[in-house]
């Protein structure tokens, strides 16, 4: 792995584990030092994130994670429904007895995490669930776009997610297995366009800023 790419892969990840929030301002020369790289590496990964739509080059200013606005909320949370519920009626043709018991032990994952209230471990997880879903029809084309999503997903959700919305989550996701495992897609269909409803809904619109080198931090 090049560094440029480490750096991309540290800042998307406090992205999507909303260790960092929309807004954060990304020094470079903070940045540089944090890696231990010049600030070309730096400036090469925050052009890619920028390409990647998760960051905002801004003349003058510099580098800043993305501000959704609502109205792309709700775009993106469209297009999940559209493409999750084509992938789960296509899952629910193909499933087998041994990827319904990886999904089970996902959620057993997901519940300890809630439990424990590990914030960047359940939202990781939580998240990886849909992939999980992706990877499972084994078409790289829909992993990859269902991930661009997920990240634009957790980007938009401006806060941590609450303990209780997370619960909520988790046992739609359980609810959502057992329908795949009935071979049931069209309730499988209808719980994750309530899942997604439902964390679509539960978007907040004040973020909290973190800091940096404590996000980023290796």
């Known amino acids: 792995m090049?560094?440029?790419q480490r750096i991309v892969d540290a800042v998307t990840a406090a992205i999507v584990e909303r260790r960092l929030m929309p807004g954060t301002k990304l020094a470079e020369q903070q940045i540089a030092?944090?890696?231990?790289?010049?600030?070309?590496?730096?400036?090469?990964a925050l052009n890619q994130l920028s390409r990647d739509r998760l960051v905002v080059l801004a003349p003058a200013r510099g580098a800043f994670v993305r501000e959704p606005s609502v109205e792309e909320a709700h775009q993106v949370f469209e297009v999940r429904l559209m493409l999750e519920s084509a992938m789960l009626r296509r899952l629910c043709e193909t499933i087998t007895e041994a990827q319904v018991a990886t999904l089970r032990r996902h959620l057993a994952d997901e519940q300890a995490a809630v439990a424990r209230t590990d914030v960047p471990g359940r939202t990781r997880l939580l998240a990886d669930f849909?992939?999980?879903?992706?990877?499972?029809?084994?078409n790289e084309v829909l992993a990859e776009l269902l991930g661009d999503l997920l990240s634009r997903s957790s980007l938009i959700s401006l806060m941590y997610q609450s303990s209780h919305s997370a619960e909520h989550s988790q046992a739609e996701h359980v609810a959502i297995v057992d329908a795949l495992a009935r071979r049931d897609a069209d309730a499988a269909v209808a719980l994750m366009g309530e899942h997604l409803g439902n964390v679509e809904r539960n978007l907040r619109l004040n973020p909290r800023v973190s800091d940096l080198a404590s996000a980023l931090q290796p």
């Open 2 to 4: 090049t560094q440029t």
């Open 33 to 44: 030092d944090i890696f231990q790289v010049s600030r070309t590496l730096v400036r090469q």
């Open 130 to 138: 849909h992939t999980v879903l992706a990877g499972m029809l084994g």
